[in-house]
């Protein structure tokens, strides 16, 4: 990169030219680091996730319903199936 130096005979003009030229375009470099996030990017993680969540929870509730439910569980219970349900829906791709 090279350094300009500045007399006062330079007018505003000629500054902001050799500013403009000195340094990199900033909208330029952070576009090109800071990656975007779409549906597709998020999708496939969030699709894992979901998958393994559906195949792991009913390993939870089975005990519950093998050795009786109490009146205290039964909500529990109901939490566990309708996450083992969303999570069915939601992995179904993967």
Not at 60 to 72: F, N, R
Not at 79 to 93: D, I, K, P, R, Y
Request: aromatic share 4%; hydrophobic share 45%.
């Amino acid at each position: 990169m090279e350094r300009s130096t500045v007399s006062t005979s330079d007018t505003p003009t000629t500054l902001v030219r050799t500013a403009t030229r000195a340094l990199p375009s900033l909208g330029a470099a952070t576009s090109e680091r800071v990656p975007t996030l779409d549906r597709t990017t998020l999708a496939a993680p969030v699709r894992a996730v979901a998958f393994w969540t559906a195949a792991l929870v009913p390993l939870v509730y089975l005990p519950l319903l093998a050795s009786g439910l109490t009146a205290q569980q039964i909500p529990t219970l109901l939490g566990l199936m309708t996450l083992n349900a969303v999570s069915l829906v939601v992995g179904h791709g993967h």
